[in-house]
């Protein structure tokens, strides 16, 4: 059997195997260690302790669980609530203000906390019943959240990124500042599409609710600003070369810590135990799927699969827009499927050397497939922040949450076209910053 053959039998058996409902981590496994052993006998097995060991023994993985924490401390706190509240209050005057501040809200906390699921928990369950009560479309309201939420694996620090560097061993720091100019400018087409269909939906943004003194609104700061200095402070070391991304985040993760035990009162043993489940069980999964994805990996190298999938796409006689056309369509759907992590461990390292080949930027193409895999967080069978939103929302059907949401997909592919159009938008800012890329 050929190369090419044995891995269209992989990738159907690994669909079979995922789509049963088994844990991505071991269905990874599972699949590696059975066709390994089919293909190489069983004395194969003597090297997958090692080589499950080798990729977890990579030291910038220490600044993922770091992260998680920081987001963690971050989600298990009312910050979320008083970021939304201080963002109403500021732009309430603006027309469509409420919507804004939403989409606002979810972009600074998706950076904080690093998690969609979060995100849209931690902002919907404000920002939705409020959007519902001054008018707005419930289609509207829900679907502006699912999508406002998969910001956080885009605009910086994102844990995202960090798996995508270490997979394809390029700069973490650059990935974040790539990712800067694209998360703004999602940020405001997630903006304009929501205030025109709110508009014409019927909604009247004269209707204004409470009218906010200066005093209260200036109030309403002093809670959330430490949490944006966290961030401003990480993103600062980083690019300034001052620190590692595991230094930072771990510096992050204690100083949001400290925060929401000075400024929440959680010092309890019990409540700090709560952050430090969740960030313990998130991290787990994590890295659980980046050591399985070693193991898959190299079984797919051995198999001599990858060398011969990235020589045939090499060899197609297309034009290299063409080419990048058919992997935007392949990550899509990888992205209905899989989580953004499992895609990135599994394909990253396959396609970066074939678009390094066709002339792309490696840092740019980090741009286009994070916004792939944010896609695939807002459509089924396994849109997670979909299945959020309408456990926020109850009485809200999937389907209209599914209906919010699609014009927003339509945002991103707009945005993918536009880092086609001009891919400065990604590269131009890390090489202001940190020069051109070696």
Known sequence: MSPLAIGAVIAVTTIAVLGSGVPVAFGLGIVAIGFLVMFEGFDSLSILAETLFAGLAEFTLVSIPMFILMGAAVANSPAGKDLYEALDRWLQRVPGGLIISNLGACSIFAALSGSSPATCAAIGKMGIPEMRQRGYPASLATGAIAAGGTLGILIPPSITMIVYGIATETSIGRLFIAGMIP?????????????????????????????????????????????????????????????????????????????????????????????????????????????????????????????????????????????????????????????????????????????EQAGFDPYWFAVVFTINMEIGLITPPVGLNLYVINSIVPDVSLPTVLRGAFPFMLCMVIAIILLCLFPELATWLPELLMGPAI
Do not use: H
């Open 183 to 355: 998360g703004a400018m999602l940020t405001g087409l997630f903006m304009i599409w929501a205030l025109y269909a709110a508009w014409r939906g019927g909604y009247r943004f004269d209707r204004e609710g409470k009218r906010f003194t200066l005093a209260e609104k200036f109030a309403s700061l002093p809670k959330v600003l430490p949490f944006l200095a966290i961030i401003a402070g990480i993103l600062f070391v980083l690019y300034g070369g001052v620190a590692t991304p595991s230094e930072a985040a771990g510096v992050g993760a204690f100083f949001c810590i400290v925060l929401v035990a000075v400024i929440y009162k959680m010092w309890r043993p019990a409540q700090l135990w709560s952050v430090l489940s969740s960030s313990m069980r998130e991290s787990v999964m994590i890295l659980m799927i980046i050591g399985a994805s070693a193991l898959f990996s190299y079984t797919l190298s051995s198999l001599f699969v990858t060398q011969s999938v990235a020589e045939w796409i090499a060899n197609l006689e297309v034009n290299r827009w063409v080419m990048m056309a058919a992997i935007n369509g392949f990550l899509i759907v990888a992205g209905f499927f899989l989580p953004p992590v499992a895609v990135i461990v599994m394909t990253a390292p396959i396609l970066l050397p074939i678009i």
